[in-house]
């Protein structure tokens, strides 16, 4: 079964997640806005969310971390908990 790591900063809007992603952009440190900004409790290990497999997540986001491509910012997200910005570290097939 296909095995990933990953991060993620969730916020309450839209226009806050692009917000974030323009800094991301930016080169602002990832871990460091999820710190400060993000709403899920991963916050506190920069986003980290651990070793994730298929069916873990929401559906929108395990399509981005079983689909997208690696080491960019994914998103917007949005899902029934908010936005998502969703970076996938590794992923093994």
């Not at 309450?12 to 992603?21: R, V």
């Not at 993000?38 to 070793?51: F, I, Q, V, Y």
């Not at 998103?75 to 996938?88: C, S």
Request: proline residues 5%; positive net charge; glycine residues 8%.
């Amino acid at each position: 079964m296909p095995l990933a790591l990953a991060r993620h900063i969730l916020v309450k809007t839209q226009a806050e997640a692009e917000q974030l992603k323009q800094k991301l952009a930016k080169g602002a440190d990832f871990g460091q806005l999820a710190k400060r900004h993000s709403l899920c409790p991963s916050k506190k290990r920069g986003g980290d969310l651990g070793e994730i497999r298929p069916g873990q997540m929401v559906r929108a986001v395990d399509q981005v971390i079983f689909k997208k491509p690696l080491h960019q910012v994914h998103g917007p997200v949005k899902t029934k908990f908010g936005f998502h910005l969703i970076e996938v570290i590794f992923r093994d097939r």
